[in-house]
């Protein structure tokens, strides 16, 4: 990947096809599950936070009053990224609106792995990358932390880019 610059008003990147395959596919596993919302999940709790941690009825009330605004903003969040980003990878131009949705897309796929992969602040990737790679490097795990090390440095980059740093 070539990470974003900022070109006057736009950014751009390059992805090389299974850098764009590897995000369309994990952006689409999260169309999935804000779809489906699964409150046993916590993915699930991890994208729909409680607001009310001290009573479950004023929970529960946020969640019916915001849920469905706040899935219908995720899933359009999802389709501007799909959008936006070519299935075959190669370069991608986006305006700063696409931008916001871009980063807000990347951050609940990168939620749902850090819960899936039980990252921390503490966590050293590139150590638990090192690592699972050397106990098995076909590894579903060591392919899931590599995604979220690419996520990592797509959502970096871009915000370098916006902030024009």
């Keep these: 990947m070539r ?4 070109d006057g008003d736009t ?7 299974a850098e764009a395959d590897a995000i369309r596919q994990s952006v689409q596993g999260i169309a999935g599950l804000v779809r489906t919302h699964d409150t046993d999940d ?4 991890r994208l729909f936070p409680d607001v009310y941690n001290d009573s479950s009825d004023d929970a529960a009330e946020f969640h019916r009053l915001t849920d469905a605004e706040l899935t ?27 931008a916001e949705a871009w980063l807000r897309a990347i951050t609940d796929v990168r939620l749902a792995l850090g819960v899936r992969l039980d990252i921390s602040e ?10 699972e790679i050397l106990a098995d490097p076909v590894s579903p795990r060591a392919a899931a932390l590599g995604l979220y090390e690419l996520l990592t ?3 970096e980059s871009l ?7």
């Design 3 to 6: 990470a974003f610059i900022r």
């Design 11 to 17: 950014f751009v990147a390059t992805f090389a096809p």
């Design 42 to 45: 916590p993915v699930t709790a």
């Design 72 to 98: 219908g903003t995720k899933l359009a969040q999802v389709d501007v990224l799909l959008d936006t980003l070519p299935a075959e990878g190669g370069e991608v131009s986006i305006d700063a609106e696409t």
């Design 122 to 131: 503490s966590t050293d990737l590139g150590r638990e990358i090192d690592d």
């Design 153 to 155: 440095y797509v959502q």
């Design 159 to 165: 915000v370098v880019a916006v902030a024009g740093w």
